[in-house]
């Protein structure tokens, strides 16, 4: 399951980000670099965000109570949007603000062996974080891009480890741009050019988890395939003869809510109605197994509820039209 695999990707980033940062911060201590400070600090940031990542997967399994009866699923989109954040303003703001300093008041780098052998280092753990989450990812993947996977995953650890092991991928060798172009030129200019491109390259990453988090939370449909296991499930043609119209929502990344007024037979009693609505149910459950809650409404087909096709409010039965204000 996706909860599995992006606690595993998480551990791996974590642990490389401890380690880098710890490196960095050293590197910055003996060299002066702001690259390796703003690198430094982007480690921690990251540290904090996977730390983040794991808390809202333990809150998640919390049972549900009278007060949240769907549970507590959507603490693992909260955490996210936090981590969002978190890179945004502790990541790339740092830089930038680091950079700017260090392009107005410019210094040379002391001691280049200690950047060069971090940057190295760094990007030999970020790989091994990167290729584990890409591994993990491809597990559920299945056959879509890797755009559509970050679009439109539901469980959110994989596509931020992702992410931000991209990010940093890509920022390290931006430091080491930096860092290389300083020690060649005597300038250290390029150092807080380097930092520069850091900070803008965290906050559009931490944009992008931002918007598709907030989906999120906002509450998604389920997936166009599992919509139509859903539709085929449910329908047996005998009692239940059509789906007058369906509504899906994840209440978690493993969890999602059917609501479904279902056309059946005028003739049928209402035992016959139960027994079909509980053998779709069963029928549901098997075709998509994250189908938690389901909520069947029985109703007479009709041509005007054929007619209303997806709009509750237009169907026998539904809400009705808003009061006037």
């Known amino acids: 399951m996706s909860a599995s695999g992006g606690t595993k990707a998480i551990v791996a980033a974590l642990a490389a980000n401890i380690a880098i940062a710890v490196a960095k911060f050293v590197a910055f201590l003996f060299s002066g670099s702001s690259s390796m400070l703003a690198e430094s600090v982007h480690s921690v940031a990251d540290s904090g965000n996977q730390g983040l990542l794991l808390l809202g997967g333990k809150k998640a399994k919390r049972a549900a109570t009278p007060e949240h009866p769907f549970g507590y699923g959507r603490e693992r989109y909260i955490y996210a949007f936090l981590v969002s954040i ?120 931490a944009l992008v988890l931002a918007a598709e988090t907030k989906s ?70 098997t075709a998509v197994p994250i189908a938690r809650v389901i909520y069947l409404e029985p109703d007479i087909y009709s041509e005007e509820a054929a007619a209303a096709g997806a709009d509750p409010a237009k169907s026998p039965g539904g809400p009705g039209p808003e009061p006037a204000h």
């Open 86 to 205: 978190v890179l945004f303003s502790v990541g790339g703001m740092f830089a930038i603000y680091e950079g700017y300093e260090k392009i107005a008041h410019p210094h040379a780098i002391e001691d280049w062996y200690w950047p060069i052998g971090v940057l190295v280092f760094a990007i030999i753990a970020e790989t091994f974080s990167f290729r584990t989450a890409i591994k993990e990812s491809n597990l559920l993947r299945g056959k879509r891009s890797w755009k559509e996977f970050v679009r439109h995953a539901k469980a959110p650890e994989l596509p931020v480890v992702l992410l931000e092991d991209l990010g940093a991928l890509v920022g390290l060798v931006l430091a080491l741009f930096g860092v290389g172009l300083a020690l060649i030129t005597g300038n250290g200019v390029w150092d807080g050019i380097g930092t520069l491109c850091i900070g803008v390259l965290l906050i559009l990453i």
């Open 216 to 285: 999120l939370l906002l509450g998604e449909a389920a997936g166009v395939e599992d919509v139509e296991k859903i539709k085929a499930a449910t329908v047996d043609g005998e009692t239940v003869t059509g789906i007058i119209h369906m509504r899906t929502l994840h209440i978690g990344p493993e969890e999602l809510l059917v609501a479904a007024k279902i056309a059946v037979r005028h003739d049928n009693t209402a035992e016959q109605v139960a027994v079909a609505i509980n053998a779709a149910e069963d029928r549901i459950r």
